[in-house]
Each structure stands twice: as structure tokens, then as C-alpha cells.
């Protein structure tokens, strides 16, 4: 009787799995709300999981080659969201101590403000403060980044060679990336919260790509789960620690939410006390 062989599954990987957790997350989530939203006719429901559905999924199509080929472990990734939390929240608290800081603090989305009132107090807390940083992270602050560097990579082989320079790159990804995010944001009436979203951008890009191409943090890679941890930070802190907690103790998701943030965190800790860090 001849043996029976064993095959090997191939395994299709669209990233490290902590991203993988958090993507699936939000999938979840604005699956969840479309649910809610077609049933009951809640037009904010169902085009808030229209629009961050669309950017999620655009993201992930121009970013998943870069997250598949990362290797980044689990705890590297909760290391570098727990430092982009922690070091964000503390620089936007200070704007308690003193309305010079409030330029560190980029105001919540504004030109959905209308579409917004719609959902349900739950809902509008869940993707404000955990779904919408994850979307628009891997949108604003991976995938566009990305498309833009390679367009201008291949218009400067030939009709462009000045796209070439690395400096130049920089500061158009930044210019875009900035504007379009304040604009998503807030309106250019808004003057100081453009300004401050497109900071907050221009902070982001600088750490993270910029890291990459200038090594601005010597000695450690700054992973893309630090803007993450630095987007839920500053939304966290813009709606209020204890309205969030209160808010998420009313329903099992919120429950499910916390166990796996808190889980995050722990993971994350545990490795700076064992002394462990993603150096370059």
C-alpha cells in the first residue's frame, strides 16, 4: 500500500499579519455598517462604507506588492503602533496647555460632516477613531506615496530626467499628498485646519518615506504601523478618551475592539521591556 503524500498549500499572503489583522478589521467593519445602513435605507451607513471602502480598496491594490514583500514581524509592527500612539497623543494633548499646539492636531473629517450625522453614535466612534486610520493610512500614507514615486520614476527615464531627483519626488509626494488629504478633510475655508491636516500629512510622509530615503531616524525603521498608531492618537484625542471607552462598552464590537487594541499594546510593551527593537 503506497504512502499517501503530502502536499503543500500555497498560501496567498497580502501582507504581514498585523496588518492583515487590522485590514480585516475594517473589512468587517464596513461590511458591517452596509449591512445596517441598506436594510434600515441610512444613506450615512452606506455611503460612508461606499467612500472608505472604495480608498481601502484602491489602497490595498497599489500598496499590496510592498506589504507582501515585507517581512515585518508581528511585534516590530505592535512596537512601532505603540510609539506612533503614545508619542502622538502626547504632543496633541498639549494643545490643553496651550492653543499654540493645536496646530499638531488635525480636526476630524469635516466634508462629511453632513453624511456623518446619520450614523448611529456607535458607528460614527468606530470609524473615526479605529476604521478611518487604518483606510486612510494605507491610502494617503502607503499607496498613494507609492504611485506617485513610480510615475515619477517613469516619466523621468525619458521625458522628465529632473523627476529623477530624490529631493524633487519628495516634495511633489509631499505637496500632493498633503493637499489632498487637508481637502478631504476640512475646505479651504477652514484655513487653520488645512494647514494643520497638511502638517500632520507632511509629519507622516517625512517619518515614514522620508526615513526611508534619508534615514531622518538613525538607527531603527520607522514601520508603516506607526502612522497607524499616530492617525488613531490624534482622533482619539480629538473626541475624548471616556466618551470612546463609554461608547464601545455598548456593543460586543466595541468590545471585540478593545480586546484587540489592548492586545496591541501589550505585545508591543512586552517587547520594548525584553528590549527588543526593528533596527535598520
Known sequence: ?????????????????FYVIL??????GLGYMMMLGIPTNNLGLIAMSLIFGFLFLSGLLFSQNVLNRSKEPFEASAQGFVIGFIAWYAISSLKFLSSVFSIFSFPLQAT???VSEEIPPFWK??????MSPIVEEL???????LVSFSVM??????????LRNNILQFIIVILLGGLTFAVFHTSTTQFGFFIAAMLFRTIQTMLYFGDKQFDFVPKYTVPYSFLIGTHMANNLS???VGNVYEILLSNMFGWVTMIIFVTIFIIGIRGFLNGK???K
Open 277 to 279: 527593537r526593528q533596527r
Open 1 to 17: 500500500m503506497s504512502r499517501s503524500k503530502k502536499k503543500n498549500i500555497d498560501i496567498i499572503s497580502i501582507a504581514p499579519a
Open 139 to 145: 491610502f494617503w500614507g502607503l499607496a498613494l506615496p
Open 23 to 28: 485590514f480585516a478589521f475594517a473589512i468587517v
Open 112 to 114: 462629511l460632516s453632513t
Open 238 to 240: 480629538e473626541v475624548g
Open 125 to 130: 466612534i468606530i470609524n473615526v477613531v479605529v
Open 153 to 162: 520614476d517613469e516619466l523621468g527615464k525619458k521625458q522628465f530626467p529632473a
